[in-house]
């Protein structure tokens, strides 16, 4: 690799990295970890990116996003390609991700992912047991869920019974 | 060597069956019950989707003909879909929307999603592992969301346990078709593509039997009936889904905006 082509790839992924979500515009794709890689192929710039949820609409936008961030820095032949594998989890949220959604509104994933059979939970308003919710205007963990889906596939909508206002969660996946 | 016919009716009919069930539950796109539910349909519908948009261009691509997944969505036939009949049935009776069905049918069809796409991530056709991988998690959650449901209605009003009852008596012959196992599924497992849906019928039946017990609500008795959704031969409900489904992608061919 010469340096030139070196110097390109750094910007690449530096520009790749930077692109905000376009639903959730605090974060950026390198935030949500669905960055994977930037790479050279055949002079090429090879930029691949996983999906969150499967149907999840601002996949092709971010791809889109992607190619015209690197399109006005003079990238313009970049190909963005999507992987399954390793499948995104909200593990990849980076810190500075949960950070930034909390001080924007949303309560960062707490916990762990509903996992094996024990998806059953007869409460009508279950209370948090195994996910750890704070509300991210007031920090109470006291907090009830209103609907286990809410405005984008990745979060529901909950309300905090310490404040009274209701927020979005960003559920585990 | 060109993939053989058993590997590609199990991923149409795994395909279909999210499709045609997506289709279903994005009907109650601005007509909800109330406006999470709303949401919560199309957020469901959008999972099924993204899944069958991933199955189909996995189909497509397997099979070396060069349809991707518009293709294998909006231009097969009816006779061509492998879905179960149960997805195709209507949100309700006749020409009435019942939430009760929706979420009776969720619950049937999800508690056999989840151990599915258990088993299906370790199959040896990786880009279908790696598909279930992912959809594992969000069938978990439709899952969850019409186990919650069963139990509101179930052990709710008495007009609310009577609809839940009834819409379980209607669908439950429909599950018959998941565990009348065909020569497909056969050589799929023996592949090592994916498991016999009838295997999975324990699991199926412990997460039922939970549900239903804890809605207070009756198991339906098994009856001989039997569907033919995944050999093509489909319900009369069929060809108006496909109709509303398919038509602009039929009149506008190749159309974008």
């Given at each position: 690799?010469?340096?030139?082509?070196?110097?390109r790839l750094?910007?690449?992924?530096?520009?790749?990295?930077?692109v905000p979500?376009?639903?959730?515009?605090?974060?950026?794709?390198?935030?949500?970890?669905i960055?994977?890689?930037?790479?050279?192929?055949d002079?090429r710039?090879?930029?691949?990116?996983t999906p969150?949820?499967?149907?999840?609409?601002?996949?092709q936008?971010i791809?889109?996003?992607?190619?015209?961030?690197l399109?006005?820095a003079?990238?313009?032949?970049?190909?963005v390609?999507?992987?399954?594998?390793?499948?995104?989890?909200?593990d990849?949220?980076s810190?500075?991700?949960?950070?930034?959604l909390r001080?924007?509104?949303?309560a960062p994933?707490?916990?762990?992912?509903?996992?094996?059979?024990?998806?059953?939970?007869?409460?009508?308003?279950?209370?948090p047991?195994?996910e750890?919710?704070?509300?991210p205007?007031?920090?109470?963990?006291?907090v009830?869920?209103?609907?286990?889906?809410?405005?984008?596939?990745c979060?529901?909508?909950y309300?905090?019974?310490?404040?009274?206002?209701?927020?979005?969660?960003?559920?585990p996946? | 060597?060109?993939?053989?016919?058993?590997?590609?009716?199990?991923?149409?009919?795994?395909?279909?069956?999210?499709?045609?069930?997506?289709q279903?539950?994005a009907?109650?796109c601005?007509?909800?019950?109330l406006?999470?539910?709303?949401?919560?349909?199309t957020?469901?519908s959008?999972?099924?989707?993204g899944q069958?948009r991933?199955?189909?261009?996995h189909?497509?691509?397997l099979?070396?003909?060069?349809r991707?997944?518009?293709a294998?969505?909006?231009?097969?036939d009816?006779?061509e879909?492998?879905?179960a009949?149960?997805?195709?049935?209507?949100?309700?009776?006749?020409?009435?929307?019942?939430?009760?069905?929706?979420i009776?049918?969720?619950?049937?069809?999800s508690?056999?999603?989840?151990?599915?796409?258990?088993?299906?991530?370790?199959?040896?056709?990786t880009?279908?592992?790696?598909?279930?991988?992912k959809s594992?998690?969000?069938?978990?959650a439709?899952?969850?969301?019409?186990?919650?449901?069963?139990?509101r209605?179930?052990d709710?009003?008495?007009?609310?346990?009577?609809?839940?009852q009834?819409a379980?008596?209607?669908?439950?012959?429909?599950?018959n078709?998941?565990?009348?196992?065909?020569?497909?599924?056969r050589?799929a497992?023996?592949?090592?593509?994916?498991?016999?849906?009838?295997?999975?019928?324990?699991?199926w039946?412990?997460?039922?039997?939970?549900?239903?017990?804890?809605?207070t609500?009756?198991?339906?008795?098994?009856i001989?009936f039997v569907s033919s959704?995944?050999?093509?031969?489909?319900?009369?409900?069929?060809?108006?889904?496909?109709?509303?489904?398919?038509?602009?992608?039929r009149?506008?061919p190749?159309?974008?905006?």
């Amino acid at each position: 690799m010469t340096t030139q082509s070196g110097e390109r790839l750094v910007r690449a992924r530096a520009l790749a990295a930077a692109v905000p979500d376009p639903e959730i515009p605090v974060v950026t794709l390198e935030d949500l970890g669905i960055l994977r890689s930037v790479d050279e192929e055949d002079g090429r710039v090879v930029v691949v990116l996983t999906p969150t949820y499967t149907g999840c609409p601002a996949t092709q936008v971010i791809a889109d996003d992607v190619r015209r961030a690197l399109s006005e820095a003079g990238i313009a032949d970049a190909d963005v390609r999507l992987t399954l594998t390793p499948p995104w989890t909200t593990d990849w949220i980076s810190a500075d991700g949960r950070r930034k959604l909390r001080e924007y509104g949303i309560a960062p994933p707490g916990g762990d992912a509903p996992a094996g059979t024990s998806v059953l939970r007869f409460v009508p308003r279950p209370r948090p047991a195994v996910e750890s919710i704070e509300c991210p205007r007031c920090g109470s963990a006291d907090v009830e869920r209103l609907s286990q889906y809410g405005s984008t596939p990745c979060k529901a909508l909950y309300r905090c019974v310490a404040c009274r206002e209701p927020f979005d969660y960003f559920k585990p996946y | 060597m060109p993939t053989p016919s058993y590997h590609l009716q199990y991923l149409l009919r795994l395909a279909d069956n999210a499709l045609v069930l997506g289709q279903r539950l994005a009907e109650w796109c601005g007509h909800g019950p109330l406006l999470e539910e709303d949401i919560a349909m199309t957020n469901i519908s959008l999972d099924l989707v993204g899944q069958a948009r991933l199955l189909l261009s996995h189909a497509g691509a397997l099979e070396g003909r060069g349809r991707d997944e518009d293709a294998l969505a909006y231009f097969r036939d009816e006779s061509e879909f492998r879905n179960a009949t149960l997805f195709e049935l209507p949100n309700g009776e006749g020409a009435h929307d019942d939430y009760a069905t929706t979420i009776a049918r969720n619950l049937l069809a999800s508690a056999l999603a989840v151990p599915l796409y258990e088993a299906l991530a370790s199959s040896t056709d990786t880009t279908l592992a790696q598909i279930a991988a992912k959809s594992v998690k969000e069938a978990r959650a439709h899952l969850r969301h019409a186990s919650e449901w069963m139990l509101r209605f179930g052990d709710g009003t008495d007009e609310s346990h009577a609809r839940a009852q009834a819409a379980l008596e209607r669908l439950w012959p429909y599950t018959n078709e998941w565990w009348a196992t065909d020569e497909v599924e056969r050589q799929a497992a023996a592949h090592g593509i994916g498991p016999v849906l009838a295997d999975l019928r324990p699991a199926w039946d412990a997460t039922l039997d939970a549900v239903l017990a804890q809605a207070t609500l009756r198991r339906p008795a098994d009856i001989p009936f039997v569907s033919s959704g995944k050999h093509g031969v489909h319900s009369e409900h069929m060809g108006f889904l496909l109709a509303e489904m398919q038509t602009l992608a039929r009149q506008h061919p190749g159309a974008t905006w």
